[in-house]
């Protein structure tokens, strides 16, 4: 029956599977030999999910949607609309309900936490093509706030203001590729704006953030300048950055094995490095000139004096630390059977408390807490799809700090803060309550840049980072992680924790001192041939799932030049349509093989979609994307999802990004 009973992946990490005699998979079991056990109802529906100690039971209401998911730390509720939206989502003791105004276009989301008397409430606004044109935050300090977009003809936006007084104003190249980010005010007084462009300064004329890109034929990332840094990388072959240096000072340098792994490297200082060792910042550098850096498979074997010891289901379990001899440090790693970390030990060095964080997720493996008892405190989080929404900090049972966040698909736009600061006054330090509200400027990795005040003031900005996230400066690490607006975000979908250096990318956690994951990838060998790495460039790609992307290989030479191959479970709902397309399963429509053609895609676009309305919280996926030349008239067109379709079309544009106009490109969906 083709059904897969045994995968082994390429870092030699084993699963085995059985079914039942309609092909639903009943035990999955790990190289550990821990088995999930799957149970169905007559309809073929999971009821129950269950692994060793862990469970997660699952109910529908009578049209088949799913009602409610039950684990040991979480109880998920959904209710729906006709439309099969949901209206409301409750996670334990937090709620979020939904107002979809079809007339006006507009989606407001209330966020019910406990203990709260009044919700926090956000409405978005979007014009007749889907795009979001206004944001209403709640206010803060008895002040509103609106965040209003605008967009060119071909959907890039350029222009962000808010009524205070915020500007960002952002320009692209043909390809739609950023060219330079502005952000910061106009002048109220004293200064003239038409003057102000007579004499060349753009516009906003008070710019506390100018950062320019350029790019190289293969539209990969080559230089990224701004008042802190002037960027310049070098590009290899395989679209890896080799070299980068900050005005004309070389910070990194990196080099890669044959299967595409990071492998030796300097990572200096934001100036540049230093092979002095008596030079006071030498030991903050990560300077790896080694080749024993892998076990077989691409587990880590060791980085300088850290040593990784993982189980046999390919997790992380330990990470030793030694010196001169002598072990100086140990962290430890537990997991659950569903491959989530749920314990992490801090190494401590000599003479230092070691401390425990305990990990809690719900139904569908998003993260809903961390907690440290030794300390005393508490993470709490709630989310809105796969994006962080809310979280809140108790510290000696009290509430420390509460954050707001809002975030277009994987882009922050909005935090909103609440904490407490100390003011000095003539009396002395007095503890106040702050309530602030902050735009964020983003990256197209996802990486924060800087927060502004609405009125347009710099109030936090990203400190230099190397090329997969390492913060350069690492005396300043503690810093930065404790500045009560830090937005505590690596790349896109990744959540930084301050106590084991690691960002939780929702299914895996993310290491960016080894650039490596701690997991292998949960989709096994649909994850393509590095299990453990992140993304080739992270300049220019992204993984918010901690899962594939997209892998392309060489094609057969005579029908296709190279093949591209898609992972349906990352983004189901745009790479379902593209698999029902190309397996024949659309009416009329078929076809596996396209050829790159990219000055035409704006023309093809308008024409696949002139016959299909905007419809209200969804994007039109069309297939062959326009970016083909089989596209255009014809295509074949679905409402999906906007951050599954933008998250796919991203996702599939930066794989094909190297590949020249006239590239015949063949499609299978795994």
């Known amino acids: 029956d083709g059904l897969v009973e045994t995968e082994t992946d390429f870092a030699d990490n084993r699963w085995t599977f059985r079914y039942d005699e309609n092909g639903n998979l009943l035990h999955l079991t790990n190289g550990e030999g821990e088995q999930t056990d799957y149970h169905y109802d007559d309809n073929g529906r999971l009821l129950l999910l269950r692994c060793g100690a862990d469970s997660v039971h699952y109910q529908y209401d009578k049209v088949g949607r799913v009602r409610r998911i039950d684990t040991v730390d979480s109880c998920l509720?959904?209710?729906?609309?006709?439309?099969?939206?949901?209206?409301?989502?409750?996670?334990?003791?937090?709620?979020?309900?939904?107002?979809?105004?079809?007339?006006?276009?507009?989606?407001t989301r209330h966020l019910w936490i406990d203990g709260k008397d009044q919700a926090i409430s956000t409405t978005f606004h979007y014009n007749q093509v889907g795009e979001l044109?206004?944001?209403?935050?709640?206010?803060?300090?008895?002040?509103?706030?609106?965040?209003?977009?605008?967009?060119?003809?071909?959907?890039?936006?350029?222009?962000?203001?808010?009524?205070?007084?915020?500007?960002?104003?952002?320009?692209?190249?043909?390809?739609?590729?950023?060219?330079?980010?502005?952000?910061?005010?106009?002048?109220?007084?004293?200064?003239?704006?038409?003057?102000?462009?007579?004499?060349?300064?753009?516009?906003?004329?008070?710019?506390?953030?100018?950062?320019?890109?350029?790019?190289?034929?293969?539209?990969?990332?080559?230089?990224?300048?701004?008042?802190?840094?002037?960027?310049?990388?070098?590009?290899?072959?395989?679209?890896?950055?080799?070299d980068i240096s900050n005005r004309n000072h070389t910070r990194e340098r990196y080099q890669y094995d044959s299967c595409g792994y990071l492998g030796q490297r300097q990572v200096g200082m934001p100036h540049g490095i230093t092979l002095d060792p008596f030079d006071q910042n030498y030991p903050e550098q990560q300077l790896i000139d080694h080749n024993d850096i892998y076990q077989p498979g691409h587990k880590l074997h060791r980085l300088n004096n850290d040593r990784y010891v993982y189980d046999r289901a390919g997790r992380l379990i330990r990470k030793t630390t030694e010196e001169d001899g002598y072990r100086t440090g140990e962290s430890h790693y537990r997991w659950n059977g569903f491959n989530q970390l749920t314990v992490f030990t801090g190494k401590g060095k000599l003479g230092e408390r070691r401390y425990t964080w305990y990990y809690k997720y719900d139904d569908i493996g998003r993260r809903i807490e961390k907690a440290c008892p030794e300390q005393n405190i508490k993470v709490r989080y709630v989310w809105d799809g796969d994006q962080l929404a809310y979280c809140e900090t108790e510290k000696q049972q009290r509430i420390?700090?509460?954050?707001?966040?809002?975030?277009?698909?994987?882009?922050?736009l909005a935090q909103q803060d609440q904490y407490y600061d100390i003011e000095q006054t003539a009396e002395g330090g007095q503890l106040n309550w702050k309530n602030q509200t902050h735009y964020a400027v983003c990256q197209s990795n996802g990486q924060p840049l800087a927060l502004f005040t609405p009125e347009g003031k710099p109030a936090w900005r990203k400190q230099p980072t190397a090329l997969w996230g390492r913060l350069l400066n690492h005396r300043w690490a503690k810093y930065q992680a404790s500045e009560p607006l830090n937005p505590n975000l690596l790349f896109a979908g990744q959540y930084y924790d301050e106590e084991?250096?690691?960002?939780?990318?929702?299914?895996?956690?993310?290491?960016?001192?080894?650039?490596?994951?701690?997991?292998?990838?949960?989709?096994?060998?649909?994850?393509?041939?590095?299990?453990?790495?992140?993304?080739?460039?992270?300049?220019?790609?992204?993984?918010?799932?901690?899962l594939a992307g997209c892998l392309v290989s060489a094609g057969d030479?005579?029908?296709?030049?190279?093949?591209?191959?898609?992972?349906?479970?990352?983004?189901?709902?745009?790479?379902?349509?593209?698999?029902?397309?190309?397996?024949?399963?659309?009416?009329?429509?078929?076809?596996?093989?396209?050829?790159?053609?990219?000055?035409?895609?704006?023309?093809?676009?308008?024409?696949?979609?002139?016959?299909?309305?905007?419809?209200?919280?969804?994007?039109?996926?069309?297939?062959?994307?326009?970016?083909?030349k089989e596209g255009g008239?014809?295509?074949?067109?679905?409402?999906?999802?906007?951050?599954?379709?933008?998250?796919?079309?991203?996702?599939?544009?930066?794989a094909l990004s190297g590949f020249a106009d006239g590239t015949k490109v063949k499609i299978i969906v795994k």
């Open 633 to 654: 008239a014809g295509a074949s067109v679905r409402y999906i999802n906007p951050s599954d379709n933008r998250g796919a079309g991203s996702s599939i544009a930066r």
């Open 133 to 242: 044109i206004r944001l209403d935050l709640p206010a803060t300090d008895k002040q509103p706030h609106q965040l209003h977009f605008r967009y060119d003809q071909h959907g890039n936006e350029t222009e962000r203001t808010a009524n205070q007084g915020f500007i960002l104003k952002q320009r692209y190249n043909s390809m739609g590729l950023p060219l330079q980010q502005r952000a910061g005010y106009e002048p109220q007084h004293f200064f003239n704006r038409d003057e102000l462009r007579a004499t060349g300064i753009d516009s906003p004329s008070f710019a506390a953030l100018n950062r320019t890109y350029a790019y190289d034929k293969a539209l990969n990332t080559v230089a990224a300048n701004d008042e802190q840094e002037n960027l310049a990388m070098t590009v290899n072959g395989n679209n890896q950055i080799t």
């Open 557 to 628: 030479g005579v029908t296709h030049d190279i093949q591209l191959a898609l992972t349906k479970s990352q983004y189901k709902e745009a790479f379902g349509h593209i698999d029902d397309f190309v397996s024949g399963n659309i009416a009329g429509k078929s076809g596996n093989i396209f050829t790159i053609d990219r000055l035409g895609a704006s023309s093809r676009r308008g024409d696949s979609l002139a016959d299909f309305p905007t419809k209200k919280g969804f994007d039109r996926d069309e297939f062959p994307m326009a970016m083909f």
């Open 500 to 546: 084991s250096g690691l960002a939780y990318n929702r299914f895996r956690y993310y290491d960016p001192e080894t650039a490596n994951y701690l997991s292998s990838d949960p989709i096994g060998l649909n994850g393509g041939e590095t299990p453990y790495s992140y993304v080739r460039n992270p300049w220019d790609w992204c993984d918010p799932w901690g």
């Open 400 to 412: 420390d700090s509460c954050r707001h966040s809002v975030f277009h698909g994987w882009e922050l």
């Open 77 to 107: 509720q959904y209710r729906y609309d006709d439309l099969d939206r949901i209206v409301e989502e409750r996670q334990g003791r937090q709620r979020i309900t939904r107002e979809y105004n079809d007339e006006q276009q507009t989606v």
